[in-house]
């Protein structure tokens, strides 16, 4: 018989296929699936507009075989079936789908879409098969033809008989070497494992004979081996299902069989979008963030289906990094999916299901903030951060998409609240929305700084996590409300000017000269304190840096050694200002001893480290003495 060869282009094409299109070689099962599910669905449709035919699904089916021995894989489909020409203008030309064809045809538009568009897939079994065979049987011919190539030099089309519709495709596996394992496509519960990772929502069962042990009957401890014949797929996914069909329960398993993760989730969302672009999604809210979330080794993505078919593990595009910790899958027909259906064309169509997506997540947050406010702080206990991350990133641009997610501790509530909260509150004299910031929320409290913010009767935000402030400082205000530092210069109240070191008496100005003498540049400014109410000395800061930024950012690897300006301010009616005083005035030499011990502490307050503890420690002895 003698062998046609493939097209010219067709043999640099199947070179190509085999060493270069596809990153995975177990993904040619998935495209011989894909085909066979496509050949099906193609007698679905000619089922429709013949009346000869009926189509009964349970006819229907997708059979894998495995022949060890002979290292032989099969897959059978009872689909439409190929004639001779068919064979020969599909399989014997690369890069033409009669798929496609077909769709165009028949204008196929509903959700019975078939997969196939490019026209290479059925070649990627030349990446695991050293011998291919094709026997078909269409159901417009009564001569079944048998089609066989071993590669690149050609294929050979002959009469063969076969009793049924459809077509069985046999891959003659190539030896292994110790770079390839070509032996895990011939053991059952490999090609189960691909199957189900692929093909799982593929709409027809996908059978296979599967070896088991299972108990005898009537026996607790007697195994025998069983050969049953299994149906490997889910076929209806789930997200196809009507909501109305299924249960929180449903969605939970679907979350532990996709291992999603190993909690609960919080929150499901099931969308399905029939506009410009169709598809279907669910997202997940997980409760706990997995170990390597806060850290460059995780990876932010959905899963993505094209009509059932897993086309990516994670497709990064479709989530925004603030919301990273979605989990889940879409499911879109109208995808344009490149040749290896492994990136897409578009990044338009993606960009648009993510803008959806986006506004779906926000609304779901925002409902779980409104009704059911525990469950938001375990979420926001796993995830704030994130949000907060988002806030500050990308130039603040998605600042307002967030600013309604975030939460914060009240000095007044001692709890949790929104900004919107923290608004509606406001006193009617109050400008600010007043923050501190500090390692933790105890810490913050006793905090000189906030003395006379509170003593006002105003409502303190607790920052404690690094990135509090600069994801505030991003945000400027809420509602037209501005953030303000208890601990910056200037606290802004109206009804109180600053007390100049001038308009002391001379005494009193005498100390405060004395002091930025001894502290030199390490200080701005030493000035007299109108916030502080029992405390003698505390730090605060000129300028946008804070010294919590200041922290922050002496912990960067790149660190540029960016410093706050720092005034100290001092209580001019406490005792210890009261004792200076005589001191300086006395000419007592432990006026320096004084001043540095008061800096040293206000540092302390502030958890910055002391600069030089031995010397601190020195002053201390001199003034015990
Ligand atoms: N099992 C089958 N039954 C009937 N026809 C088939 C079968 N497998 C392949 N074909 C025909 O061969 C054509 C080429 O298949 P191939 O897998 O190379 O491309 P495709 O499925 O059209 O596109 P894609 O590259 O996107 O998968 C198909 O379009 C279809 O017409």
């Not at 019975?112 to 079994?125: M, N, T």
């Not at 499911?331 to 999916?337: A, G, N, V």
């Not at 600013?403 to 006193?427: A, C, G, N, P």
């Not at 100390?511 to 405390?535: Q, T, Y």
Request: net charge negative.
């Amino acid at each position: 018989m003698a062998k046609q060869q493939f097209e010219a282009e067709s043999k640099r094409l199947l070179d190509l296929m085999i060493n270069s299109i596809y990153s995975k070689r177990e993904v040619f099962l998935r495209e011989l699936i894909s085909n066979a599910s496509d050949a099906i669905d193609k007698m679905y449709y000619y089922a429709l507009t013949d009346d000869q035919i009926t189509f009964d699904p349970n006819d229907y089916y997708i059979r894998v075989d495995v022949d060890q021995d002979n290292r032989q894989l099969t897959v059978k489909d009872t689909g439409i079936g190929m004639t001779k020409d068919e064979l020969e203008n599909n399989l014997g030309v690369i890069a033409k789908s009669g798929s496609l064809a077909f769709k165009h045809e028949n204008e196929i538009k509903d959700g019975h879409d078939i997969i196939g568009q490019f026209g290479v897939g059925f070649y990627a079994a030349f990446m695991v098969a050293d011998q291919v065979s094709v026997t078909s049987k269409s159901v417009h011919s009564d001569t079944a033809y048998l089609w066989h190539s071993e590669g690149a030099d050609g294929y050979t089309i002959e009469p063969t008989t076969k009793d049924s519709i459809g077509t069985t495709i046999t891959l003659t596996l190539k030896e292994g070497s110790e770079d390839e394992d070509y032996d895990q496509f011939l053991d059952p519960n490999q090609l189960q494992t691909i199957i189900k990772k692929y093909s799982d929502f593929i709409r027809y069962p996908i059978k296979m004979e599967l070896t088991e042990q299972k108990l005898k009957d009537d026996s607790e401890e007697e195994y025998e081996t069983v050969v049953e014949d299994k149906t490997i797929n889910s076929m209806v996914p789930i997200w196809k299902k009507n909501k109305s069909e299924l249960t929180d329960d449903d969605y939970k398993q679907f979350y532990h069989e996709k291992h999603y993760g190993f909690d609960e989730p919080l929150e499901h969302i099931h969308v399905s979008v029939d506009g410009n672009i169709r598809y279907q999604a669910i997202l997940y809210i997980p409760e706990k963030a997995p170990f390597n979330y806060y850290s460059q080794e995780y990876e932010k993505g959905l899963e993505l289906y094209s009509n059932g078919v897993l086309i990516m593990n994670k497709a990064p595009e479709l989530l925004p990094d603030y919301f990273s910790f979605v989990k889940g899958l879409v499911d879109s027909e109208d995808l344009s999916l490149n040749i290896s259906r492994e990136m897409l064309q578009h990044d338009r169509q993606l960009k648009l299901i993510e803008k959806n997506l986006v506004k779906k997540i926000k609304q779901e947050l925002l409902k779980m903030l409104r009704n059911d406010r525990e469950k938001y702080e375990t979420f926001y206990d796993s995830f704030g951060r994130q949000l907060k991350y988002g806030v500050y990133s990308d130039f603040g641009q998605n600042k307002e998409t967030l600013q309604d997610l975030l939460l914060f501790y009240s000095s007044t509530e001692e709890k949790l609240v929104t900004l919107d909260e923290y608004v509606e509150r406001m006193k009617d004299d109050q400008t600010y929305i007043y923050y501190a910031t500090g390692e933790n929320h105890t810490r913050i409290d006793r905090l000189p700084q906030t003395e006379m913010v509170k003593d006002k009767g105003y409502e303190i935000l607790y920052f404690t996590d690094e990135v509090d402030e600069f994801a505030i400082k991003m945000l400027a205000e809420y509602e037209g409300k501005a953030f303000k530092s208890v601990s910056s210069g200037d606290l802004g109240f109206e009804d109180e000017e600053d007390t100049k070191v001038d308009d002391l008496p001379e005494t009193d100005q005498a100390v405060f000269n004395k002091m930025k003498e001894i502290l030199g540049d390490k200080v701005k400014d030493v000035k007299p304190s109108k916030r502080l109410k029992s405390h003698p000395v505390c730090l605060t800061n000129q300028g946008d840096i804070s010294i919590e930024m200041e922290k922050v950012l002496s912990m960067m690897p790149d660190n540029q050694g960016i410093e706050a300006d720092k005034v100290l301010e001092v209580n001019t009616d406490h005792d210890i200002f009261q004792s200076l005083k005589e001191a300086v005035n006395d000419g007592n030499d432990n006026v320096e001893a004084y001043t540095n011990i008061l800096y040293n502490q206000a540092l302390l307050i502030e958890g910055l480290s002391i600069e030089d503890p031995i010397s601190y420690t020195n002053d201390v002895w001199k003034v015990l003495k």
